[in-house]
């Protein structure tokens, strides 16, 4: 318990003990904190880089560009905007997409993370700014100060670019909002349990197979499916 809230002394720690229905002495709390070489609260050093990203992820919003070369040899920008929690992409009007739910935006996200590449202008930064957004700029040369939105473009080139030729930008931007939509609602994420962001905070169905008939759908004209019970 004290490793878990940094904050939290022994006396503190006697009184979530009490909560669970175990009356404990605080000496004998202090006594065992110290033999754990568990310093008092006023002399922690505060919370691991652990415990903050685990506080901060909803209050972040994560954004980076990758570039798509089309079938005509022309390169295209596309901005990749990604929440920490549940990791919800967001499309060009920094809205997540749920058909028949809710849309997140932007506005609702008092930082953006972002590195110092070009493409990030002043009136980029401006649009977000205009909103309340905070801009926080990573360290040059350090991806992993940006590592969620990193790993998003991982997966954008091995599940989508590198498996499909995009003829135009308006190509592009029709196969990216129905990988968005795809990215959202249906794809299972390992660290949601299994889940897509739409369903992070539900539990899974509790249902026989053999008694359904599982429906499968194409996704991105065949390069994917999703499977769901038939109505």
């Known amino acids: 318990m004290a490793a878990d809230n940094p904050t939290s002394g022994h006396r503190r720690v006697q009184g979530e003990l009490i909560k669970l229905g175990h ?8 006594h065992i904190l110290h033999d754990a070489w568990v310093n008092p609260a006023s002399r922690r050093t505060g919370p691991t880089w652990k415990h903050f990203l685990t506080a901060q992820p909803r209050s972040i919003l994560a954004a980076d560009f990758v570039h798509v070369d089309t079938v005509l040899l022309r390169r295209i920008y596309a901005l990749a905007g990604v929440t920490g929690a549940p990791r919800r992409l967001m499309d060009d009007t920094g809205s997540a997409q749920f ?16 590195d110092r590449a ?3 202008t002043e009136s980029f930064d401006a649009v977000f ?6 801009i926080l700029s990573s360290p040059p040369q350090a991806p992993r100060a940006n590592a969620v939105c990193e790993r998003i473009i991982g997966t954008l080139r091995r599940e989508l670019f590198d ?14 909002t129905e990988y968005l939509i795809r990215y959202n609602t249906g794809r299972p994420h390992r660290t949601l349990g299994q889940l897509p962001p739409a369903q992070a905070h539900a539990r899974p169905p509790q249902i026989n197979l053999a008694e359904h008939r599982v429906r499968r759908k194409q996704v991105l004209g065949g390069l994917t499916h999703e499977y769901q019970i038939a109505a």
């Open 23 to 30: 009356r404990i002495a605080a000496s004998t709390v202090w």
């Open 99 to 114: 058909p028949d739910g809710p849309r997140p935006g932007a506005a609702s996200m008092p930082f953006l993370i972002r």
């Open 118 to 120: 070009g493409q990030f």
């Open 129 to 134: 700014t205009a909103d309340g957004i905070r």
């Open 163 to 176: 498996r499909l030729l995009i003829l135009n930008e308006h190509h592009l931007r029709r196969v990216l």
